[in-house]
């Protein structure tokens, strides 16, 4: 018995890879489900839901793309 796609089968990459990246700490996926069923959350709101410094938040919130930030006031 054969496992997988046949060899002659176009290889194409699993659908994980066109998930964005998940944050790697506690902490962070502290943050993500405390953001999961809202719209917008207030930073300070957060903040203490999730217990953590408004340093650690804003690194975790920070980034580049206005799209995937964490936090917005």
Do not use: C, N, W
């Amino acid at each position: 018995m054969t496992y997988g796609p046949p060899a002659d089968a176009e290889r194409t990459p699993p659908p994980r890879h066109a998930l964005a990246p998940l944050p790697a700490s506690a902490v962070g996926l502290s943050v993500v489900a405390a953001l999961a069923p809202v719209q917008k959350a207030e930073f300070g709101r957060v903040r203490d839901l999730v217990e953590i410094t408004d340093s650690t938040l804003t690194a975790i919130a920070g980034t580049d793309d206005p799209g995937r930030s964490a936090a917005r006031d």
